[in-house]
C-alpha cells in the first residue's frame, strides 16, 4: 500500500532564522511496508559487489599433462596428473568464479517509493536551507562547522547534505569531516539515507527531489 503524504518544511537561512516555509508531496510506502526498503538496499549493495575471487580447475592448472608414475607396478596408489584436486598445487572443486553475477532486479518504482519513504521518515531530522552554496566564497571547514552548530546539529552522528549540484567550495569544505557527506539530489540512494541521522536540504533541492521521484 501506497499513500501520498505532504511535508511542510521550515526554511532556514545561515543564522537559523525562520525565512519561511515550502511543502514537498511524498509517494511512501505503508508501515508495514518495510520490504521495499530493504530490497532497494540488497539491490543497491548487491550491485556495489565486485567479484574477484576466482579459482582455476584441473583443466586450467599449468602442467599436469604427464602421468606422473606408471599405472601398476610401484605400490602407489594410481594417478593420471600432478594436478588433481586431491594433490597439493591441484586445481580447485566449486572454488568461486569471477563469472558470478550478483545484481538484483529492482522496478524504478520500488526504488523512488524506498527513497521517498525514507525522506518521509527523517522529516523530523530534516533542515531546509536558503543560500547554502552562496555563502562558500572559498572552501571553509571552519565555516560550515559553525553553520551546522547554529542549525543545533550534532557533528558526532552522520549528516547528509542534499543539494541540486555540488559546487567546488563547498563540497571541500566537507571533506575533512569524517560524519558530513554530500550528495546530489538527483543522486540519492537507500545507502546515504539510511547512514544519516541528520538530513540539510537546499531549497532548491526540494522542488528537484519532487520533480526527479514523485513526477
Known amino acids: 500500500m501506497t499513500s501520498q503524504q505532504i511535508i511542510k518544511y521550515t526554511i532556514f ?9 515550502k511543502e514537498i508531496k511524498l509517494k511512501i510506502a505503508d508501515s508495514t511496508a518495510n520490504y521495499v526498503v530493504h530490497r532497494a538496499l540488497v539491490a543497491q549493495k548487491a550491485s556495489r559487489r565486485i567479484n574477484i575471487a576466482s579459482t582455476k580447475t584441473r583443466s586450467e592448472v599449468r602442467g599436469g599433462g604427464r602421468k606422473p608414475w606408471r599405472q601398476k607396478g610401484t605400490g602407489r596408489a594410481r594417478a593420471g ?11 580447485v572443486i566449486f572454488g568461486p568464479r569471477n563469472t558470478v553475477n550478483y545484481t538484483k ?13 525514507l525522506l518521509f521518515n527523517r522529516k523530523n531530522n530534516t533542515k531546509v536551507v ?5 555563502q562558500f566564497q572559498q ?3 571552519k565555516l560550515l562547522l559553525s553553520a551546522i552548530k547554529q542549525w543545533q546539529i550534532p557533528t558526532t552522528t552522520k549528516t547528509l547534505i542534499i543539494c541540486t549540484k555540488k559546487s567546488h ?18 543522486n540519492l540512494n537507500t545507502v546515504d539515507l539510511l547512514n544519516a541521522k541528520n538530513l540539510i536540504i537546499t531549497v532548491d533541492s526540494i522542488s528537484k527531489i519532487e520533480e526527479v521521484y514523485n513526477g
Open 130 to 134: 536558503e543560500n547554502f552554496d552562496e
Open 81 to 91: 596428473s600432478k594436478r588433481s584436486p586431491l594433490w597439493r598445487g591441484g586445481g
Open 13 to 21: 537561512d545561515w543564522n537559523n532564522k525562520e525565512i519561511g516555509s
Open 139 to 141: 572552501p571553509s571547514t
Open 169 to 186: 567550495n563547498s563540497y571541500l569544505s566537507t571533506k575533512n569531516l569524517k560524519n558530513i557527506d554530500m550528495i546530489c539530489c538527483n
Open 105 to 117: 532486479k529492482i522496478n524504478q518504482k520500488e526504488i523512488k517509493l524506498a527513497l521517498q519513504t
